[in-house]
């Protein structure tokens, strides 16, 4: 009887690893190329053993294209949109469900209607803005068109919707005032959402490429992602994969770094519940 009850256990976690290798397998080939030569990187069969040069090509990644500040500007700009996105958002859901405005109702359907307009529509409407602002090829306008997040509206506002309005009143009658309930009470029950939202925020801003190549013509202002394709076009012209994989390689660290910190935040903060 318990080798029936334990069969699905086995063929479900057998299942997992697979996909989980389907899934991780292009990591895993870039990570292993990105230490090899270039005689082992064309080889075939693949070559899938850790190659000498992985030294040698990470110090090339890193030193070569301007990479570090290249890094360094998209670590700029996706910390503070995630600030400013997670702040801008934590505020506009505590007025949605606290405060009482004319209008209240179809101003947050606007805000949710926004999330059907698909941001390559609004590309020849804010670059005519940041021109007429003067902040072309400026890392302001990377970061300042998309503070508002209505996404993060939506999920703060949900989340302060479950919590019991009963709070609000007993700190109501205690006298404390809005932004002593925002900082006191709503922000220490809120920490999973905010950690949620603030991975959310930071990988999406990381991975930007369209609006950047528009905006930014300076190359030393440049994103990472903007420049990684420049740089795996010049390997592909001058055979020089090893750095090329190498820099795509520490390009994913942030993004994966802030994943592992915040992991556990994005995984509750979606449990919207009533208990919580």
């Not at 020849?124 to 970061?143: E, G, K, T």
């Not at 013509?217 to 012209?237: E, H």
Request: charged fraction near 10%.
């Amino acid at each position: 009887m318990t080798s029936y009850s334990t069969r699905p256990k086995v063929l479900s976690h057998l299942a997992l690893i697979l996909v989980c290798l389907i899934v991780g397998f292009p990591l895993i080939f870039t990570i292993v190329k990105s230490t090899q030569s270039v005689s082992q990187i064309m080889a075939y069969p693949p070559d899938f053993t850790i190659g000498n040069d992985i030294l040698q090509n990470y110090r090339d990644a890193i030193t070569g294209n301007n990479f570090a500040q290249l890094l360094g500007n998209t670590l700029l700009v996706a910390g503070a949109g995630m600030l400013g996105k997670t702040v801008l958002s934590l505020l506009a859901g505590t007025a949605f469900v606290y405060f009482r405005f004319p209008l209240r109702g179809p101003l947050f359907i606007f805000v949710l209607l926004t999330l059907l307009m698909p941001t390559d529509i609004l590309v020849v409407a804010l670059f005519r803005l940041m021109f007429d602002l003067h902040w072309s090829n400026q890392l302001q306008a990377l970061i300042v068109p998309f503070l508002a997040s209505a996404t993060g509206t939506l999920l703060f506002r949900q989340h302060f919707s479950n919590i019991p309005s009963e709070l609000a009143d007993a700190a109501q009658i205690d006298g404390a005032g809005a932004p002593h309930f925002l900082f006191r009470i709503l922000v220490p029950m809120s920490w999973n959402v905010i950690g949620a939202l603030a991975m959310i925020q930071f990988v999406g801003v990381w991975n930007q490429y369209l609006w950047p190549l528009l905006i930014i013509n300076d190359n030393s202002r440049q994103m990472i992602q903007v420049a990684l394709k420049g740089i795996t076009s010049d390997a592909a012209l001058l055979n020089e994969w090893g750095p090329a994989l190498a820099a795509t390689v520490v390009a994913s660290l942030p993004p994966l770094i802030i994943f592992l910190l915040l992991q556990e935040s994005f995984l509750r903060g979606f449990t919207l519940t009533r208990e919580k």
